[in-house]
């Protein structure tokens, strides 16, 4: 009966059951038999109770609902195994064995002792009543499942959720606080109490920031502020602080116990305190004390529970303090844009008297008639500068007003269709002057509009100034339309266009296109924004349509009739002065994008002569390149006194007349149309025929940042406007004179460096020759010879010498001619790499016969390359593995032929290199140190020359050098070494 029942039928085997209720088991009733096989054979738990006594019988899946009650419980009664719980599970029990239907409890809570303590615990489970041989009941069959970690996990989850849902809504750290330890009320069985301390800015203290689960009166026996640099009596804080690890108390402190709520095993004993860690982790951001519940063991789902809680709590402040600093920022930045409103409306209108009283004098002027050309034309530039710069006070002006909502508008009832045509033809001269068509299409309308005539004035001219500065051929259509309860105002054009991705924001303020192909790069980008808010100020809308390359269409819609404007603001008077200008200001400044051609150089012969007390400044060819006409008038009237001057408008053609005449020195503005001048500047420096080429940049963006941007780009100087003729003047000529005192030195360089060479070439042949007849004859006695061992190294130095001397003379030679020409030439040729290094090998195994040279080859070793210059890498890195080593050790040289590439590692087991000395190991004259080495051995070119060779050959080179493991130069090359054209066709 009990064979096959796990654990529990060996158990059950070994136990005298004729001293139970049960008797011996070969008196079992034949349904008790039958039962007990069943419950041994399932692996579900269950537990059968037999008898008047319910005798208790389970298998090996019941066992772990046990604990530390088995083994005692198989074969006791059920009420004295259960008999904590048995007032509530008996009474159920014994009505199924009396006749009563089966049961079923689902998540039900039973408070069991089966680890030493009253544990909260929860099951779901069924009695069954099993039939006896009579007809009656036997016994009760219980299936079960603990639930318990389903009910806890639940449980914990919806604290969790409601503190993440509840915390979310505040709005300071404070609150945040609360909303999180108000949440946690939910949860006494888990949670029997908590608090909460928050740490300083510094995290030298944390003070109690919120409580629960605990008596208020008993809560004034506990510090309200922990010093977390000493340990404290009642919190391991500072523990906590320095390892932001969780850290259990127990037992509780006293002076806590009165403000503990519940009495007797309900009343907890221990408690846990976890960091609330901060954002910087640096140090946590608070604490958090929690009292661990008696009824439940403090396992792992426990602890990561409460982790879950602190980590919750953490982000709840961080979240808040995150908002309170977005509030604290969103509030600076509101008053920052509250007081540059009033700042621009303040400057705005201060600009205007001045402006005033300027430009009044001047028209005066330029009215008489009888003024010289010269002086005409200088008060012109003046005038037309003046009027541009009243436009954007006013401009600014009406910006600041909207902003501050002080624009009163005056809407009168107006031919809109009259107004709209007379300020688009005012276009007219100078869109034929620019080649461009202009089509004016303005239907009358059968009833007049109500609007603030300045105001459309504005809108209407912003809108054409702005499709003339982007179109350069086809035409601008302005188009006026009734549709019933609005009219729609069209400008169109067939110019640059606006990418897709900056259609969304070609309204806001201060935006401009970036890269936008114009005729200008000037202006203050809020035309635009100032349009929307002047349409808007009429109830009205917009919206743009635009296609890149083909242009665009703004569309201004105005509701018809005037319910939907304020009725004091209807044909009142203007309580403000008025900001407008008319068209002149938009068409003198749409005529300065005009470029005109450049004027006829002045050449230098014809300046004047110098000031006195100066000597006669320098001539030259200068190009000036800047996209505003009046701009680049001025500038060339300024140097062409003095220089020649050759003006274009914009990178792109100052990149053409300098390709087709280099100028002695560039002035570009930074801000023009296609090419700008930091684009110019690049590829003039990316250019090595223009890399030198002085160039000077004018910006009018001041500031030290703009000129060390300026500078860092490459720049020679940095000019800001506005400028004086004599410091514009000083900055050109002393540019010039600094680039010429550069290139004479280079060219006195230059000189010096060929003498040099032509010098050390005499020199090297006439010692190379007696050098040759050395080495030849020290290389046939050595082969062709008997000698006695002291002949042999006699005749071994000797030749070892005048390989060195031939070393010597040829790197002087290379390193003159890398000097010169900033690289070694190479004549590729097929070759064995593999006999190359054995050839290398046995000729220094020749000159050193008392060192051990180990060579190893591995692969294909073919490869195109320069055979003598790859001998010369060879012999200079094994030389030098040669004198850097003990005379004991050996040198490994090793030829590996892979896919692409063929690599050459050369290593000795010398000491190894200074770690300050590798970072210029390849530069020249760098020399190592040897223990009683002469160091006039060593020129110190060796490696330098190997670098050179390997980089002509599109190799590269690197050293590895620790101590107790050698040095080892490793060269990887490409089996095709790379032939420049100057190389080509030239022999060796």
């Known amino acids: 009966m009990f064979a096959g029942g796990g654990q529990m039928g060996a158990l059950m085997r070994t136990i005298d059951w004729s001293r139970t209720e049960l008797g011996p088991v070969d008196t079992w009733p034949s349904a008790l038999r039958t039962m007990v096989g069943v419950v041994l054979g399932s692996r579900f ?99 079960v499942q603990e639930t318990s970690s389903q009910v806890l996990g639940e449980r914990r989850l919806y604290t969790l959720q409601r503190m993440a849902a509840d915390s979310f809504q505040a709005r300071s750290v404070e609150q945040a606080a609360r909303l999180a330890m ?66 259990q108390v127990a037992p509780l402190p006293q002076r806590l116990l009165p403000a503990l709520a519940g009495e007797g095993p309900l009343v907890p004993t221990r408690a846990l305190v976890l960091p609330v860690e901060g954002e910087t982790g640096q140090f946590p951001a608070g604490f958090l004390v929690v009292g661990l ?97 009243f436009k954007l006070v006013n401009t600014l002006l009406d910006f600041s007003r909207i902003e501050a909502g002080r624009v009163q508008a005056s809407y009168q009832p107006t031919d809109l269709s009259v107004l709209t045509a007379g300020l688009a033809s005012a276009f007219d001269s100078a869109m034929e002057k620019a080649g461009l068509r202009l ?30 500065k982007f179109t350069f051929e086809g035409e601008i259509a302005v188009r006026l339309r009734w549709r019933g309860d609005h009219v729609e105002l069209c400008v169109s054009d067939t110019g640059t266009g606006i990418p897709p991705e900056e259609q969304s924001r070609i309204f806001e303020r201060f935006h401009q296109v970036r890269g936008a192909r114009g005729r200008s790069h000037e202006g203050s980008g809020i035309g635009l924004s100032l349009v929307r808010e002047l349409v808007k100020l009429h109830g009205g809308g917009m919206r743009v349509d635009s296609t890149p390359g083909q242009g665009s269409t703004f569309t201004v819609c105005i509701p018809t009739g005037s319910a939907h404007l304020p009725r004091e603001r209807l044909e009142s008077s203007r309580p403000r002065e008025s900001t407008g200008l008319g068209a002149t200001p938009f068409l003198d400044e749409a005529s300065s994008w005009l470029a005109s051609p450049p004027p006829a150089p002045v050449h230098a012969s014809t300046a004047p002569e110098a000031p006195p007390g100066r000597g006669l400044a320098p001539g030259g060819h200068i190009l000036l390149a800047d996209d505003n006409v009046d701009m680049r008038d001025y500038v060339r009237r300024l140097l062409e006194m003095r220089f020649t001057v050759e003006a274009v408008a914009d990178g792109r053609a100052a990149l053409a007349a300098i390709r087709a005449r280099p100028p002695d020195l560039v002035l570009s503005d930074v801000m023009m149309p296609g090419l700008d001048g930091l684009g110019l500047l690049r590829a003039l420096r990316a250019d090595p025929s223009t890399a030198t080429l002085p160039i000077i940049l004018l910006s009018a963006r001041a500031g030290e940042e703009a000129t060390v941007e300026g500078i860092q780009s490459g720049a020679d100087d940095y000019l800001v406007k506005p400028f004086s003729a004599r410091e514009l003047l000083a900055r050109v000529e002393g540019a010039l004179r600094l680039a010429r005192e550069r290139a004479e030195r280079e060219r006195l360089a230059l000189d010096r460096a060929e003498f040099e060479q032509h010098l050390i ?165 760098q020399r190592g140190e040897k223990a009683g080495d002469n160091a006039s051995r060593n020129v110190g070119l060796g490696l330098y020359i190997v670098d050179h060779i390997v980089r002509a050959h599109g190799g590269t080179i690197e050293v590895r050098s620790r101590v107790g493991e050698g040095t080892t130069f490793r060269v990887r090359l490409p089996r095709m070494a790379p032939m420049s054209p100057a190389q080509e066709g030239t022999p060796p």
Request: net charge negative.
């Open 45 to 143: 738990p269950m537990l059968m109770w037999w008898g008047e006594h319910l005798v208790q019988l389970y298998n090996d899946g019941y066992r772990p609902i046990l604990g530390d009650k088995h083994p005692a419980s198989m074969g006791a009664p059920g009420a004295e195994v259960w008999r904590e719980i048995w007032s509530t599970i008996g009474p159920m029990a014994e009505s199924v064995l009396r006749g009563g239907p089966a049961t079923w409890s689902e998540h039900l809570l039973l408070l069991m002792n089966r680890k030493g303590f009253f544990e909260e615990t929860y099951f779901t489970f069924s009695y069954s009543p099993i039939p006896d041989e009579a007809g009656g009941r036997g016994g009760v069959l219980v299936t």
């Open 182 to 247: 108000h949440a946690l009320d939910g949860n006494p069985n888990d949670l029997p109490f908590s608090l909460l301390y928050l740490c300083d800015a510094e995290g030298r203290h944390a003070s109690r920031v919120a409580a629960r689960g605990l008596r208020e009166e008993g809560l004034s026996t506990l510090p309200p502020v922990l010093d977390l640099a000493t340990a404290q009596e009642d919190w391991p804080v500072h523990e906590v602080f320095t390892t932001h690890q969780p850290v």
């Open 293 to 389: 519940s008696p009824r439940l063991e403090f396992d792992d789902q426990y602890q990561g529970f409460l982790r879950l809680v602190a980590s919750h709590l953490s982000t709840a402040l961080a979240h808040a303090r995150a908002y309170e600093e977005q509030k604290k920022r969103a509030e600076a930045l509101a008053e920052l844009d509250r007081a540059k409103t009033a700042f621009f409306s303040n400057v705005s209108h201060e600009f205007r008297t001045p402006l005033t009283l300027m430009l009044g004098p001047l028209e005066d002027l330029l009215a008489t008639g009888r003024l010289p050309d010269e002086a005409r034309q200088t008060l012109e530039l003046v005038h037309r500068n003046g009027l541009r710069l």
């Open 439 to 468: 089509r004016v299409e303005c239907e009358p309308l059968p009833e007049p509009i109500w609007v603030d005539r300045e105001m459309w004035e504005k809108v209407v001219l912003n809108l054409i100034s702005n499709a003339f």
């Open 761 to 925: 070439g005499i020199v090297s042949h006439d010692l190379r020759n007696p050098l040759a007849a050395i080495t030849l004859t020290a290389t046939t006695l050595l082969r062709g010879t008997v000698l006695e061992e002291r002949q042999s190294k006699s005749l071994g130095r000797i030749f070892s010498s005048a390989e060195r001397a031939n070393r010597m003379i040829r790197d002087l030679l290379d390193f003159t001619k890398a000097r010169l020409g900033g690289g070694l030439p190479i004549h590729p040729a097929p070759l064995d790499s593999h006999a190359l290094g054995r050839q290398v090998v046995d000729e220094l195994q020749v000159a050193h016969p008392d060192r051990v040279i180990l060579l190893e080859q591995r692969g294909d070793g073919q490869a195109h390359w320069d055979g003598d210059r790859m001998a010369q890498v060879l012999t200079n890195l094994i030389g030098n593995a040669l004198h850097y080593s003990a005379p004991g050790t050996s040198v490994q040289v090793m030829v590996h032929g892979e896919a692409e590439t063929v690599v050459f590692e050369v290593h000795n087991e010398g000491p190894p290199i200074p770690e300050e000395l590798l970072p210029r190991l390849f530069q020249p004259m």
